[in-house]
């Protein structure tokens, strides 16, 4: 399949997908394959709870110690988690993912980035990327790729398709930096 095939030639992407892809100008397999990521997360270089500082963006790793869900006095629902690295505890915020109850279990080594930020006078990372070791679908990442969204396309799906389309053509795409580039760089 050649890369100017619709975005509907990789497996798993049917016409409701291609719609929304759309939103980020994504129509063809090449379009997909160079939707770069904006940024990435480096779950490699862990913080220590206890040194972390409110308003910089920090990995940490820990164990769940609760993961709970509860409701405001307005019905908005939080999913919280206390996370203890031996050194410190924090808190994980999530809002409307009650979901994570059933994935995340007190005992569990989580992996987890975000900014922290003061949550009921305590530092906590609101919203943050987040990993399980060991669990039955993980995708365990050192580095993770955080690529630009769109409603109903979140930045882990777009990774696992950009795997699958890499999979599926990387044989189709030509090398774009010099022979003599990398040979002096051994790339």
């Not at 798993?12 to 129509?27: D, P, Q, S, T």
């Not at 009921?120 to 990993?131: E, F, L, T």
């Amino acid at each position: 399949m050649p890369l100017t095939d619709p975005i509907t030639s990789i497996s798993g992407v049917g016409e409701k997908y291609a719609e929304k892809l759309e939103r980020l100008n994504i129509h063809t397999v090449r379009d997909l394959l160079f939707h770069v990521p904006h940024r990435y997360l480096d779950f490699r270089n862990k913080v220590p709870i206890s040194k972390i500082t409110v308003g910089e963006t920090v990995s940490i790793e820990g164990e769940v110690l609760e993961i709970e869900n509860t409701f405001t006095r307005n019905r908005k629902k939080i999913t919280m988690a206390l996370i203890n690295d031996g050194e410190g505890t924090i808190q994980l915020v999530w809002f409307n993912q009650t979901y994570l109850t059933k994935i995340i279990k007190p005992g569990d080594t989580v992996k987890a980035a975000g900014e922290t930020t003061w949550w009921s006078k305590k530092p906590a990372i609101i919203a943050p990327h987040w990993q399980v070791e060991g669990a039955k679908k993980s995708n365990w990442q050192d580095i993770v790729p955080i690529y630009p969204e769109t409603e109903g396309i979140s930045s882990k799906w777009l990774s696992k398709t950009v795997k699958t389309a890499w999979d599926e053509h990387y044989e189709e795409i030509e090398e774009s930096i010099p022979a003599e580039i990398r040979n002096r760089y051994d790339l």
